[in-house]
């Protein structure tokens, strides 16, 4: 931050749909096996909504939670990261704002795929260092299962849905759980990559009706994968070298829960022991925007995140996105 106001974490809380799918679940369904599910990914399980629940709702969980665990005043702006709202129009914030009994608060979108929810950060933490806002709720809620393609086993395996949100304060910066340094980018040569073709304004121009495999998310597993791994790892090293840390004192690396493959891949790159990367992609599998306050939540709630530890996020998604934050953990008051 370039001001002596920071953004300081101050609350924090995570939801998931109550329905849990395993891989031998899915592999009723689809022609896959646990094996090749928790060999290439490391997922065992992920939570799936039922038909009826839509991202707001979770959303509006993870976001009671996070403002709980918060305490004190409410906030006064809202960022939801996500690329799977409630409907195209208009923005999803708003809704999840007023369910939240938050009254006529700043309350917007923010769409950069798995990348979204440190984009929201960034975000709210601008918010924050010019004065716009003194409390912002920033949320990641996805339900990529809905947007899955069931004649793709290879996504329809690696996805689950959820939510988790953080309250950030205005603070000083060498505060605990003040955001000390950012580092975002973006490359919109791999914009097909990860895509979702139909439903906004390029496909609907040309008059035709979407073919219906367009309506769903695509990807590029292999190509992903490789730039996930060169992309997370420059970048973490990018805000290492700004707020002055060496590997070494680092204490945990929070990664965007892809593929267990990917963190370590990162890890390794970086050379990070692998076992201090936070790892809940087994249980939650990807959750997109959501994935990093899930990741932040499981860890703080088993004690592998503890205060004064240094800690690194970092996060990579369609667009291309990418993108990373330290921070020194606070106590939070976990709900
Ligand atoms: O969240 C944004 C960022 N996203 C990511 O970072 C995801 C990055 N990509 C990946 O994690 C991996 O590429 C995947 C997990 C998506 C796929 O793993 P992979 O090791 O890259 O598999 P592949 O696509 O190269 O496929 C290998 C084999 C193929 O069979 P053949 O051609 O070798 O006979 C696939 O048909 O695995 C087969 N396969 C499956 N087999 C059983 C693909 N999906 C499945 C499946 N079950 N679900």
Redesign the pocket.
């Known amino acids: 931050m370039t001001t002596d106001r920071a953004a300081v974490l101050a609350g924090l809380g995570a939801w998931v749909p109550p329905r849990t799918v395993t891989n031998d679940d ?1 592999s009723q369904q ?4 646990d094996e ?2 928790r060999s ?2 490391g997922i065992a399980t992920r939570h799936f909504v039922d038909p009826g629940m839509a991202t707001s709702d979770l959303a509006v969980e993870a976001g009671a939670r996070a403002l709980k665990s918060a305490g004190g005043p409410a906030p006064d702006a809202l960022v939801l990261a996500t690329t799977t709202p409630d409907r195209p129009c208009p923005g999803t914030a708003p809704d999840v704002a007023e369910r939240l009994g938050l009254g006529h608060i700043p309350a917007f979108d923010v769409s950069a ?2 990348t979204g929810f440190l984009y929201a950060l960034a975000t709210a933490a601008g918010l924050i260092a010019a004065g716009l806002a003194e409390r912002v709720l920033v949320i990641g809620a996805e339900s990529f299962s809905t947007i899955l393609n069931p004649e793709d ?7 689950g849905d959820g939510a988790g949100a953080v309250v950030l304060r205005a603070g000083r910066p060498e505060e605990p759980g003040a955001l000390k340094a950012f580092d975002l980018g973006s490359d919109g040569t791999g914009v097909d990559l ?1 895509t979702v073709r139909a439903g906004g304004s390029q496909q609907r121009s040309t008059g035709l009706p979407a073919a219906l495999e367009d309506t769903f998310f695509s ?1 590029q ?2 190509q ?2 490789m ?2 791994v060169l992309r997370m790892s420059a970048s973490s090293r990018t805000v290492l070298d700004q707020v002055g840390w060496s590997v070494e004192e680092l204490d945990a690396l929070v990664g ?1 829960q ?2 267990l ?2 963190l370590h891949a990162v890890a390794d790159k970086l050379k990070f022991p692998r076992e201090k990367a936070v790892v809940n992609v087994d249980k939650v599998a ?1 959750t ?1 925007g959501a ?1 990093i306050p899930l990741a932040l939540a499981d860890a703080a709630a088993d004690g592998t995140l503890r205060p004064g530890q240094k800690v690194l996020l970092t996060a ?3 667009g291309l996105t990418w993108g990373s934050v330290a921070l020194e953990w606070p106590e939070l008051d976990l709900a």
């Open positions: 899915l689809f022609d896959t096996s090749w599910i290439r990914t795929v798995c086993r290879t996504t329809s395996v690696i996805f990860i990807m597993g292999q992903v994968f730039q996930a965007h892809a593929n493959r990917i990807n997109a994935s990579f998604g369609g």
